[in-house]
């Protein structure tokens, strides 16, 4: 059981940079799978960047490749996504989900609130 908190969302221009938290309570976080996924108006719910539980094993979306990077720290209880060079494209809510890996089984069992990302030409 785990919660998730997302922050570091906001305004921003085309070009700049913003860090996104997700922030988790509960009991152990290393046993979790973290994922990053957004959803714009209009649009179905994107996956954008997932970590392991080794920070060493990431993936993430042809659409942000090279720009993106998904980290985690432990003992902070806490996954990051760096985003650089934003595009007006990425403006979307974006929302981190953890996944139980424990349990064997694939998906991810819990979601934040989101956090909303804009990105101004």
């Known amino acids: 059981q785990v919660q998730l908190v997302e922050s570091g969302g906001g305004l921003v221009q085309a070009g700049g940079s913003l860090r996104l938290s997700c922030a988790a309570s509960g009991r152990t976080f290393s046993n979790y799978v973290v994922g990053w996924f957004r959803q714009a108006p209009g649009k179905e719910r994107e996956f954008v960047a997932r970590?392991?539980?080794?920070?060493?094993?990431?993936y993430y979306a042809d659409s942000v490749k090279g720009r993106f990077t998904i980290s985690r720290d432990n003992v902070k209880s806490t996954v990051y996504l760096q985003m650089n060079s934003l595009k007006p494209e990425d403006t979307a809510v974006y929302y981190c989900?953890?996944?139980?890996?424990?349990?064997?089984?694939?998906?991810?069992?819990?979601w934040g609130q989101g956090t909303q990302v804009t990105v101004s030409s």
């Open positions: 989900a953890a996944d139980y890996i424990v349990d064997g089984l694939s998906g991810y069992d819990y």
């Open positions: 970590i392991g539980r080794s920070a060493g094993n990431t």
